[in-house]
């Protein structure tokens, strides 16, 4: 059973840093596309940034050159480095894993970050 462990979010200043970290287990981590989703109050959830199994990534244009989505295969991890946060950030930030070929997409619980004015 594949299981996403969201872990790194919290309380930040505007203009500040956070790293929120994804464990992926129960299946090999490598064939997986990985995402950050994130949705805020009274909104719909939106992609933030994702990283193909290859490396390849993209953003959504509100997090570019902001924000970084990283792998490292060895650990079943995936990050999103944030910096430069805004108000607007705020929002709870969800861990996604697929590999569409196989029919496969596993959501984690989400970790909630909320960036102070």
């Known amino acids: 059973q594949v299981q996403l462990v969201e872990s790194g979010g919290g309380l930040v200043q505007s203009g500040g840093s956070l790293r929120l970290s994804c464990a992926l287990s129960?299946?090999?981590?490598?064939?997986?596309?990985m995402g950050w989703y994130r949705q805020a109050p009274g909104k719909q959830r939106e992609l933030v940034a994702v990283i193909t199994s290859g490396g390849s990534t993209n953003y959504a244009d509100s997090v570019k050159g902001r924000f970084t989505i990283s792998r490292d295969n060895a650990k079943n991890t995936v990050y999103l480095q944030m910096n430069t946060v805004k108000p607007e950030d705020t929002a709870v930030y969800y861990c996604?894993?697929?590999?569409?070929?196989?029919?496969?997409?596993?959501w984690g619980r989400g970790t909630q970050v909320t960036v102070s004015s």
């Open positions: 129960g299946s090999i981590f490598s064939l997986f596309a």
């Open positions: 996604n894993a697929k590999r569409l070929g196989a029919g496969f997409d596993f």
